[in-house]
């Protein structure tokens, strides 16, 4: 029982005692944001978690990102406030089947998003993030064959942007997946003349309407120089909190679902975090993430090509 608890004092407290670093994902609660050291996109909390020189990172973001500061940082003790928090895209691809899938198509390298487990790191040969994606696709050579998971939705954008071929896992994720686009025409009429941006894990029927197609560092950077006065903003509303607040005079509107309300495109698995539950990871130094050393090596080389190639 945390009634009489003042969290948010004990969290500014257990932070300086035990020397440790708040990493917050975009999506995240909009208080978890505002008390964070860092609030980013994939890559970015990636590299602040390989850089920190903390003895604790509290990662408030989700399974695979608190895994990836593990591998880059594996000194640190990283916490995840909750460690259900999982992600579709990672669910969507077992190890196991990943491989097979690998060992079929032998001519090919695999070229694989962030969201994904630690095996399936170690079975891939680059990992991109939405930010990093492009830049990294146009490195690699155009004959060379290339296996594209577990996002196919990225993939399928990336495979179109740049003309080039590439084999999809099926994967997508169930928050960018329930966007609607009859809802979004209709918002979109209701505010003639306001631009849309959207993230490249939403549906081609999203992205066909979309003026900017971006990460959420991207998202961000767009609202921050769009000339307008209302964003209509595809994919999870949390963000929206650093728009406010850096743009306080402009509107920004959550693109809907298909019940016409953008609270539906929450991440399930985000908002699993809360304040009493980081207030808890930082008392007790539990849920630690551990990986198998093994693993972690071998996860790490595609994610270091990763951190290489994203310059
Ligand atoms: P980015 O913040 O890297 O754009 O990723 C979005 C996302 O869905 C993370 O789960
Ligand atoms: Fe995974 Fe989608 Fe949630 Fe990101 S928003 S963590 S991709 S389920």
């Given at each position: 029982d945390l009634s009489g608890i003042d969290v948010r004092a004990e969290i500014e407290r257990l932070r300086k005692e035990r020397n440790a670093v708040i990493l917050a994902h975009y999506y995240q609660k909009p208080e978890i944001q505002d008390l964070a050291d860092y609030v980013g996109d994939s890559l970015e909390l990636s590299r602040k978690a390989a850089a920190t020189d903390a003895d604790v990172i509290a990662f408030c973001g989700v399974k695979f990102m608190a895994d990836t500061a593990k591998i880059l940082s594996p000194e640190k003790i990283v916490v995840l406030p909750?460690?259900?928090?999982?992600c579709s895209l990672e669910d969507s691809c077992p190890p196991e089947k990943f491989k097979a899938f690998r060992e079929a198509h032998p001519d090919h390298i695999a070229l694989t998003?962030?969201?994904?487990s630690t095996e399936v790191k170690a079975l891939s040969d680059i990992i991109v993030t939405s930010s990093s994606a492009e830049t990294i696709l146009q490195q690699i050579p155009k004959d060379q064959k290339i296996i594209f998971g577990p996002d196919r939705h990225l993939g399928g954008y990336l495979s179109r942007k740049f003309d080039r071929e590439m084999l999809l896992w099926?994967?997508?994720c169930i928050v960018h997946e329930a966007f609607s686009e009859t809802e979004l025409l209709k918002l979109k009429a209701q505010h003639p003349g306001a631009p849309i941006a959207a993230h490249p894990e939403c549906p081609p029927h999203i992205i066909d309407h979309a003026d900017y197609v971006g990460s959420t560092s991207g998202i961000l950077k767009f609202a921050q120089d769009f000339e307008g006065q209302t964003l209509i903003v595809a994919t999870e509303p949390h963000i929206i909190h650093q728009m406010e607040k850096a743009l306080p005079g402009k509107t920004f509107i959550g693109a809907p679902g298909a019940d016409g309300?953008?609270?539906?495109?929450?991440?399930p698995y985000m908002a699993l975090n809360t304040m009493e539950k980081l207030y808890l990871a930082l008392r007790d130094l539990q849920p630690r993430v551990e990986i198998e050393e093994g693993l972690r090596v071998a996860a790490k080389k595609s994610l270091d090509r990763m951190l290489e190639m994203a310059s």
């Open positions: 909750d460690l259900e928090a999982g998003y962030i969201n994904c099926p994967g997508v309300n953008c609270a539906c495109n929450i991440c």
